[in-house]
């Protein structure tokens, strides 16, 4: 099996947001994986970033998962109605994170659209087809992670990540030529000067194999 190990969360919390973009992130659901490529993410550093839940290692029921061992999933919810889905890194005691932003569907997708629009794809309309998992919220909802699932060990198999499909008896993804990005983090403008960080990564899609 190709999954993630714990030491693979363990290192700096930018370097892994970027090497993240393009591998697998399967969640069991009712005995069924549901895959997607990780295609946009984000590097919170709880120790020197305003943006961070848990700056200057700020502590609270909430962000006590970033406390934790790395190779957990941190899930918070905003506006009283979003979850977010992180990846807890570095050191126990080193708050950090990486927050996902965006992923492509693989396998699974149809029970997908089920969990985020409660009807199939044939029901969709374009708008919800191109905004389909381009928001943290929506890919939470699309993968059925709640509250419910903080804490979640990712070296588990309910929810953890590889690099191939193969070793999960399923066919492998199409070949796609993406080019990379890095930039500045979404919706942090009160964090002053770390708004400014180029912690955010994506991939671009050029073209199919």
């Not at 941190?74 to 996902?100: K, Q, R, W």
């Not at 199409?174 to 400014?196: F, L």
Request: glycine letters at 10%; one cysteine or more.
């Amino acid at each position: 099996m190709s999954k993630l190990l714990r030491d693979n969360y363990l290192g700096n919390t930018v370097s892994i947001a970027k090497d993240l973009l393009g591998k697998y992130l399967v969640r069991m659901w009712h005995g069924q994986p549901l895959v997607c490529r990780i295609v946009e993410t984000e590097a919170y550093v709880g120790a020197i970033d305003k943006a961070a839940h848990a700056y200057r290692y700020h502590k609270t029921p909430r962000n006590a998962t970033m406390f934790g061992p790395p190779g957990h999933a941190y899930i918070y919810l905003i506006y009283g109605m979003h979850c977010c889905l992180n990846f807890v890194t570095e050191p126990e005691g080193e708050p950090s994170a990486v927050l996902l932003r965006g992923l492509e569907p693989v396998w699974g997708t149809e029970q997908m659209h089920l969990l985020r629009f409660g009807k199939s794809l044939a029901q969709l309309t374009a708008y919800q087809r191109k905004n389909f998992l381009n928001g943290p919220g929506k890919c939470c909802q699309a993968l059925g992670l709640t509250r419910q699932d903080n804490g979640l060990d990712l070296t588990g198999n309910e929810l953890f990540l590889c690099d191939a499909l193969e070793d999960l008896g399923l066919p492998p993804a199409p070949q796609v030529i993406y080019t990379q990005h890095t930039g500045k983090r979404i919706g942090i403008d009160y964090a002053e000067e770390a708004a400014d960080f180029p912690w955010r990564f994506w991939l671009e899609r050029t073209e199919s194999c």
